[in-house]
């Protein structure tokens, strides 16, 4: 089973700038697609970017394209998400999460992280 363990988060003004990395435990990280997910305080659980297992494709949610962008080092067993011009809806527990099938099938996402907080103020 793949544990994900996330990093990164932190407190940071609006505008400003976090980079997360969600490391793997397995070598059989390299198959498959990965993504990331948030969670606000008193709201669902939202996708963020995925990326698949090859880097050819990513996507994005529209809140956060054109600032975010996803990313992976296979030979490291990491993903990472960059995090630019943050802004205070940004503020969440950030999870990433490995998919066993397409990274567009969002209930095939199966192995989560613990999570990590960002904070965005105002």
């Known amino acids: 089973q793949e544990q994900l363990i996330e990093s990164g988060g932190g407190l940071v003004q609006a505008g400003g700038s976090l980079r997360l990395s969600c490391a793997a435990s397995q070598r059989t990280f390299s198959s498959y697609g990965m993504g990331w997910f948030r969670q606000a305080p008193g709201k669902e659980r939202e996708f963020v970017a995925a990326?698949?297992?090859?880097?050819?494709?990513?996507f994005y949610a529209d809140s956060v394209k054109g600032r975010f962008t996803i990313s992976r080092n296979n030979a490291k067993n990491t993903v990472y998400l960059q995090m630019n011009s943050l802004k205070p809806e940004d503020t969440a527990v950030y999870y990433c999460?490995?998919?066993?099938?397409?990274?567009?099938?969002?209930?095939?996402?199966?192995?989560w992280g613990q999570g990590t907080q960002v904070t965005v103020s105002s």
């Open positions: 999460s490995a998919t066993i099938g397409g990274i567009y099938s969002m209930n095939e996402y199966v192995y």
């Open positions: 990326i698949a297992w090859n880097t050819v494709y990513t």
